[in-house]
């Protein structure tokens, strides 16, 4: 089922986020993805309040290191970073936000 899911091509990121999801059933891969996140946003919201803008090029570091590791090490799975780029960039915003409100369990 996870070959097919890889090898469709998803019009709307409502049909990809079940995907993404599935591709996050572990706990510590979730929980990495959340402090990733939540420190990408930190960073972003420093450097424009303080003007030290250089801090943006580490947003990337931050953001996806935490998230491979969580893929690599803990989840065992490619990340679909590399196949949805764009969709996987908004699942990582849209699922630390249904973390926040508990529709998704750390």
């Not at 989840?75 to 409100?101: R, W």
Request: glycine share 8%; hydrophobic share 50%.
């Amino acid at each position: 089922m996870i070959i097919l899911a890889m090898a469709e091509r998803y019009q709307t990121f409502r049909e990809f986020y079940p995907f993404y999801l599935s591709e996050h059933e572990n706990r510590p891969n979730r929980w990495l993805h959340f402090v990733g996140t939540g420190s990408v946003l930190g960073i972003f919201i420093f450097a424009l309040l303080s003007g030290q803008l250089i801090y943006l090029w580490c947003l990337p570091l931050v953001g996806y290191g935490f998230a491979w590791v969580g893929h690599f090490f803990f989840e065992k799975n490619k990340p679909a970073t590399f196949q949805y780029p764009f969709y996987s960039l908004i699942g990582d915003f849209v699922m630390f936000k249904d973390m926040l409100i508990g529709r998704v369990k750390f």
